[in-house]
């Protein structure tokens, strides 16, 4: 069965990094894209960043461009989100996703119904 597992979430303060890690169990991420989401209680699943199969392309979120930055590892079967100069306002569930199709349109990659493999999600807390 093919799984997401998520790692690296913890408690930083703010201007800290993190660098969060999705592992697949299986070769299932040639020819898909890949991407981040976050969630916070009484919120909608936010998108974070992704990245094409190809990883010649990636699309940030407004909130997070020129601080983070997402990279695949397609050997390792590992996706990777690096987090720096974190703030408060970053702190949520963060999810690791695998697109349903090999290519996805700019505005499709925002949106979650375009992914079809979720992993269970890893805590990012930022202390002020």
């Known amino acids: 069965q093919v799984q997401l597992v998520e790692s690296g979430g913890g408690l930083v303060q703010t201007g800290g990094s993190l660098r969060l890690s999705c592992a697949a169990s299986e070769r299932f991420f040639r020819n898909v894209a890949m991407a981040w989401f976050r969630q916070v209680p009484g919120k909608e699943r936010e998108f974070v960043a992704a990245?094409?199969?190809?990883?010649?392309?990636?699309l940030y979120a407004e909130s997070v461009k020129g601080r983070f930055t997402i990279s695949r590892d397609d050997a390792k079967n590992t996706m990777y989100l690096q987090m720096n100069t974190l703030k408060p306002e970053d702190t949520a569930v963060y999810y690791c996703?695998?697109?349903?199709?090999?290519?996805?349109?700019?505005?499709?990659?925002?949106?979650?119904?375009?992914?079809?493999?979720w992993g269970q999600g890893t805590q990012v807390t930022v202390s002020s």
């Open positions: 996703a695998r697109s349903r199709a090999t290519y996805l349109s700019a505005s499709d990659y925002y949106h979650p119904g375009e992914y079809d493999y």
């Open positions: 990245i094409r199969w190809t990883a010649d392309f990636t």
